[in-house]
Nanobody
Framework: QVQVVESGGGSVQAGGSLTLSCTVS????????MAWYRQAPGKQRELVAS???????DYVDDVKGRFTISRDNAKDSMYMRMDNLKPDDTAVYYC????????????????WGQGTQVIVSS
């Protein structure tokens, strides 16, 4: 059974930085495409960034240039450095181990952690 654990969230002021971490156990981490999603209050969960098995990255336009996704297969872990945070980044952030589609997009699996809360105040 795949287990996903997110950490690193917190409360920061606008313009601040946070680094989120995700660990995956119960399976072979290196075979997964990995992604960060977020869900703001009253909104649907949305894909924020993804990183393929080979390290190819993709970001939603709103976070390009501010967020950096990375992975360490030796530690079964994924990270996301978030800089210049904005109040609109406030959400619960989730990690997802999935697959890559034929065109490189992340396809989510049903394995989700509890998420980590990020609050950005103005």
């Amino acid at each position: 059974q795949v287990q996903v654990v997110e950490s690193g969230g917190g409360s920061v002021q606008a313009g601040g930085s946070l680094t989120l971490s995700c660990t995956v156990s119960g399976s072979i981490f290196s075979v997964y495409s990995m992604a960060w999603y977020r869900q703001a209050p009253g909104k649907q969960r949305e894909l924020v960034a993804s990183i393929s098995r080979r390290g190819n990255t993709d970001y939603v336009d709103d976070v390009k240039g501010r967020f950096t996704i990375s992975r360490d297969n030796a530690k079964d872990s994924m990270y996301m450095r978030m800089d210049n945070l904005k109040p609109d980044d406030t959400a619960v952030y989730y990690c997802n181990p999935g697959q890559s589609s034929w065109d490189g997009r992340h396809v989510a699996s049903g394995s989700w952690g509890q998420g980590t809360q990020v609050i950005v105040s103005s």
